[in-house]
């Protein structure tokens, strides 16, 4: 089966609310069609009512079975902001910037997302991706033992055999250009307990390098080293291990011959942490074009609810999917 077939299957058995704030673009409401009529989901549209009206209009989509969240209703927006200042967590601004900040249907979907009347929240098709993790860092707040978000990516390979079948988990893809120790630990615990909730598994994560157990050395090496020690005191409930190289983490006769101890990890990684930006980015996109894999996850990891940013080269098609996975990041 196809992952995003796969994904949606999954999503179907625990559907969630989503909240969808950029509805002045065809391509959201075509989404959230979709998401509605196969079950994943129950879309509510977060933006001006007359904005929702003529982008349905423009794009032949009813929006029968969907929420409508008109962010010109000054009084609700009035009673969401006092409820967002009054819910119990230190708020990083004041009741007056709560209320102004929901003016950008971003923010209110956020917010909503916050208190709990949406369960997830689906952007970054119109709004950038700083727009998008300024709103979530501000509004929503890291988990806890997270020091930056990061970006998971489900990555389906054909030919691969490995013990998830043909799929694999990769982090981190798309934020941290040169993560520190703290900050590659905490990618890799986000990105563990992000596809335990997405994909039922059992994580096993790999930090990945040129070098394993010690065959080389350099600061790079030494950073991973430092990134395992605090994860593994982070989250001792978590199998995390490495250094290993790309070989040795996902091929078992290969980490027998180079991984002399026992290892929960070695030859049966299900999660990939690279080191860097530059190596996850690379690897993904090899993996595309050489192996004509195919990569779903713009869901953003390590925030204190679920939270996406999708691309805005995306088609309809990558939209649902990405929906799918952030409602079984929501599960």
């Known amino acids: 089966m196809a992952l995003i077939d796969e994904l949606i299957e999954k999503a179907r058995k625990a559907p969630k609310v989503v909240a969808l704030p950029e509805c002045e673009n065809e391509d959201t409401l075509l989404a959230a069609r979709r998401v509605a009529d196969d079950g994943i989901g129950t879309p509510v549209l977060v933006s001006p009512a007359d904005v929702i009206a003529q982008t349905a209009e423009a794009a032949g989509v009813s929006t029968e079975g969907m929420r409508i969240v008109d962010t010109t209703d000054a009084e609700a927006a009035d009673t969401l902001a006092e409820r967002y200042m009054n819910a119990g ?127 080389g050395e350099s600061p790079s090496v030494e950073r991973i080293r430092k990134a395992i020690s605090i994860a ?50 690379s690897v993904v996109k090899l993996i595309q074009i050489f192996a004509h894999g195919k990569g779903y996850g713009h869901n953003l990891s390590g925030f204190r609810r679920p939270v996406a940013d999708s691309s805005r080269g995306s088609s309809v098609e990558e939209m649902v999917g990405d929906i799918a996975m952030l409602v079984l990041s929501a599960r």
Not at 241 to 258: R, S, W, Y
């Open 89 to 215: 967590r230190e708020r990083l601004f004041s009741a007056k910037a709560a209320r102004r900040k929901l003016k950008n249907p971003l923010n209110y979907a956020m917010m909503l997302e916050e208190l709990g009347d949406v369960d997830c929240t689906f952007c970054g098709h119109t709004n950038t991706t700083g727009d998008v993790l300024m709103a979530a860092q501000m509004i929503i707040g890291l988990a806890d033992g997270v020091d930056v978000p990061s970006i998971l990516a489900l990555v389906q390979t054909p030919g691969f055999v490995g013990p998830e079948g043909d799929v694999i988990a990769l982090t981190d893809c798309g934020l941290n250009p040169e993560p520190t120790a703290e900050e590659l630990a905490s990618i890799a615990i986000a990105a563990c307990d992000n596809v335990s909730a997405l994909m039922d598994w059992e994580p096993r994560c790999a930090f990945v390098s040129y070098s394993t157990d010690g065959s």
């Open 232 to 281: 593994r005191d982070r989250r001792p409930d978590l199998a995390l291990d490495g250094e290993f190289q790309l070989d040795a983490a996902i091929i078992p006769a290969v980490a027998a011959k180079k991984v002399k101890r026992e290892s929960a990890v070695a030859g049966r990684a299900n999660v990939l942490v690279f080191p860097d930006l530059n190596c996850a980015n």
